[in-house]
C-alpha cells in the first residue's frame, strides 16, 4: 500500500487534520474532557493511556528513567532533565526540602499531613505509601515472596529473610557495650542488657 501525506479527517474545534479516524477520536478528547482511563488505587481519570501510565508510577514507584551519570532513577522524563540540570523545582512547604519530581514531595508531604490514602481490602488499616500497604497485605494472603537460597524457607518480608540469613551466615552485627557480647538479633541484644542496666529484685543489704 502507498503511503501518502493526505490528512481527510479534520477537527472542527481546531481544524488539526489527521490521517487516521481513530487518532482523531483520540484527539478529540483535549476538547470535550472525556477521561477513559482510570488509576485502579485513587480512581482518578485521564484522557490519554500514556498519562495514566506516567500518573500510575507514583502508585508504584516504578522509575524508568536513570541518570547514566550517577544512576540515580526517575518516574518522569522530565525530572531526569531537572536532574541532568541539578535542578530541585518542588520545595516543601513545611520543612523546606526540594525535590526533582512532583511525585517525590507528594509523598514527602504525607510525613507532614499524615494522609493515608491506601487502605487494606481486608482490614481496612490505612497507609500513606503504596508499597507498605502491599507489604501489609502479605499478613492476609500469607504471600511469601522471599526465599531463602540455602534452606528454601520462605518469608512475606525481605527483612525477615535478612535476619534468617544469619542462622546460616553466623553473623552477629549486635554488640553489647558493656562485655562486647555479639548477637544475631536485637531482640537477644536486649535482653542481654538486662545483666548490665536492671537492678536485681531483692538487695542483699
Not at 472542527?12 to 479516524?21: D, E, G, P
Not at 516504578?62 to 531526569?80: A, D, I, R, V
Amino acid at each position: 500500500m502507498m503511503h501518502t501525506n493526505e490528512k481527510p479527517y479534520s477537527c472542527y474545534h481546531c481544524k488539526k487534520a489527521f490521517s487516521v479516524s481513530s487518532v482523531l477520536k483520540v484527539h478529540m478528547r483535549i476538547h470535550t474532557n472525556e477521561k477513559p482511563y482510570s488509576c485502579e488505587y485513587c480512581k482518578k481519570t485521564f484522557s490519554f493511556n500514556s498519562n495514566l501510565k506516567s500518573h500510575l508510577r507514583t502508585h508504584t514507584n516504578e522509575k524508568p528513567y536513570s541518570c547514566n551519570q550517577c544512576n540515580k532513577t526517575f518516574s518522569q522524563s522530565s525530572s531526569l532533565k531537572s536532574h541532568l540540570r541539578n535542578e530541585k523545582p518542588y520545595s516543601c512547604q513545611y520543612c523546606k526540602m526540594a525535590f526533582s519530581e512532583s511525585s517525590t514531595l507528594k509523598k514527602h508531604l504525607r510525613t507532614h499531613t499524615n494522609e493515608k490514602p491506601y487502605s487494606c481490602e481486608y482490614c481496612k488499616k490505612t497507609f500513606s505509601q503504596v508499597a507498605n500497604m502491599k507489604m501489609h497485605l502479605r499478613i492476609h494472603t500469607n504471600e511469601k515472596p522471599y526465599s531463602c537460597g540455602q534452606c528454601n524457607k520462605t518469608f512475606s518480608q525481605s527483612s525477615h529473610l535478612k535476619i534468617h540469613l544469619r542462622t546460616h551466615t553466623k553473623e552477629k552485627p549486635y554488640s553489647c557495650e558493656y562485655c562486647k557480647t555479639t548477637f544475631a538479633h536485637s531482640s537477644s541484644l536486649k535482653k542481654h542488657l538486662r545483666i548490665h542496666t536492671e537492678e536485681e529484685p531483692y538487695s542483699s543489704h
